[in-house]
């Protein structure tokens, strides 16, 4: 199922606002009788977008190609503006670019026609909250308010959010509500359904279920009204933690505030009934769903495959899947994936292997996670020989390894007490250059014990930069 998502700050006003000078439109048009000012209006400004989005597309192909990017800016500085460096920081931050961001940002300040603006602070500080530099953000916050800027909601919320993807959830989480009171005391910074939202998920998700009755109870008695991010994502985090009742008391709230059920509201439903096999109520949900005016997206049927596998019901997992392609659904390679999974969870194995191998020979191109899914199953049924064989072809069939690969297979040989399959996979690590430090150990050990974790913590300070050393400890535990 995918992952849900709360609605993002609103966009400041210059990103709909673009210079004529980066296209080349003319200045007056001519309006015949029985024309549509509202739709040519509309069709300029969807051509000024794609101008937009067509020069950033360009300026981040060229600095991907290692041209310096001040360089490649200077060369369109005739052309790039506020609202083209706004698009970039996205697409730098997407790709962990965030040093760059402050180049992008260093180089705006430098041009005549840029002014300190609230909007670009926000998306500087969500772009480094996201990658983990809080102290960067909290640096941008300050040089935000040197320059003349008023903080108002946006900033506030790019900053709570932040906060929010430090590892230290309670810090943050007491961070978070210290802003969201401040908030309240500034006229311009108010808290609107942005702010709410970000919080009672971060809560929701901490399982701190006083903390959500509070914020709810705060959001009734504020002028701003919960939308549908707001129901969802906190439905989906009390699902996630398997909090059904909690969950369903916030459905019926959102009933009774005549917010409408979307697609995202009946799959993360289906998918928390599912994962604790309440499938009464899972496919009552689902029938809903069908008189809906939605429609089933594949991770509906995706999640009722792998939910029905684990609580070993082929049959029943079957019928979706055949339900699924009935509807002219065509399956993707999370679908392969739930049913490679699901016959794994009924002991069937055998079909798991004919699903893979069809997958192999039809030349579709085959993601690392399917490979994942095949081993797993192999490991999870006691055959890490099955599953040491499948790692030594998988490069003839052009499936390469990565690090949850590996993982998998360290704990999995680790359980079955396999020192030969250990030595094996670590010369493979060794020779793709694949270094494991301590989180990697305890990422992979995470499952197999609390005296198998303790032992491998504290050998992994000392060894592991010596894998085949850390992997007798482990066969020896």
Not at 50 to 78: A, C, D, F, G, M
Not at 107 to 112: D, F, G
């Amino acid at each position: 199922m995918s992952s849900l998502s709360f609605s993002t700050p609103p966009s400041p006003s210059y990103y709909y606002s673009f210079p004529t000078s980066s296209v080349n439109l003319p200045r007056v048009i001519r309006i015949s009788c029985g024309s549509n000012p509202t739709r040519l209006n509309r069709k300029k400004i969807t051509s000024e977008r794609s101008e937009t989005q067509e020069l950033v597309r360009l300026l981040t192909r060229k600095i991907s190609e290692k041209e310096p990017l001040v360089t490649t800016l200077n060369k369109y500085v005739k052309l790039v503006r506020t609202e083209h460096c706004f698009l970039l920081f996205e697409e730098l931050g997407k790709h962990d670019k965030w040093l760059q961001c402050l180049e992008v940002f260093r180089w705006m300040q430098r041009q005549r026609w840029y002014i300190a603006d609230n909007g670009v602070y926000s998306k500087l500080i969500s772009v480094m909250g996201k990658k983990g530099q809080i102290r960067l953000a909290m640096w941008l916050f300050s040089e935000m308010r040197n320059t003349g800027c008023r903080p108002d909601t946006s900033v506030y919320n790019a900053l709570i959010s932040a906060h929010l993807h430090t590892r230290n959830k309670s810090n943050a989480l007491a961070k978070a509500l210290g802003y969201f009171e401040k908030m309240k005391g500034i006229e311009r910074c108010k808290p609107n359904i942005v702010t709410y939202n970000i919080l009672l998920r971060a809560f929701a998700q901490s399982r701190n279920v006083d903390q959500v009755n509070s914020l709810f109870k705060d959001l009734d008695d504020s002028v701003v009204s919960p939308d549908i991010y707001t129901f969802n994502g906190v439905m989906d985090a009390y699902g996630k933690n398997g909090m059904i009742r909690e969950m369903e008391t916030v459905l019926a709230r959102m009933k009774s505030n005549q917010v409408k059920p979307d697609l995202i509201t009946y799959n993360l439903l289906i998918d928390s009934y599912g994962k604790k096999q309440q499938f009464d109520k899972m496919e009552q949900v689902f029938k809903s769903l069908l008189r809906s005016k939605e429609k089933p997206s594949l991770p509906t049927f995706n999640s009722m495959i792998l939910n029905y596998g684990k609580a070993r019901l082929k049959d029943k997992a079957e019928n979706v899947f055949q339900n699924m392609t009935d509807m002219g659904y065509t399956p993707s390679f999370v679908t392969h994936e739930s049913l490679i999974y699901m016959y794994g969870f009924c002991d069937c194995v055998s079909k798991a292997v004919e699903l893979f191998d069809g997958l192999i020979e039809s030349k579709v191109p085959m993601k690392v996670s399917t490979l994942n899914a095949m081993l797993d199953v192999y490991c999870i049924n006691g055959l890490p020989q099955e599953a040491d064989s499948l790692f030594a072809r998988a490069r003839r069939v052009n499936i390469f390894p990565d690090a949850s690969t590996y993982k998998l297979l360290y704990k999995a040989y680790t359980k079955a007490n396999s020192k030969e399959l250990l030595d094996k996979l670590l010369k493979h690590m060794d020779k793709d250059g694949v270094i494991p430090n301590k989180r990697f150990f305890l990422d992979a050990l995470g499952a197999i014990g609390s005296s198998t974790e303790k032992s491998g913590s504290a050998n992994a300070g000392t060894d592991s930069k010596n894998p085949q050393k850390f992997a007798k400890t482990q066969t020896e535990t």
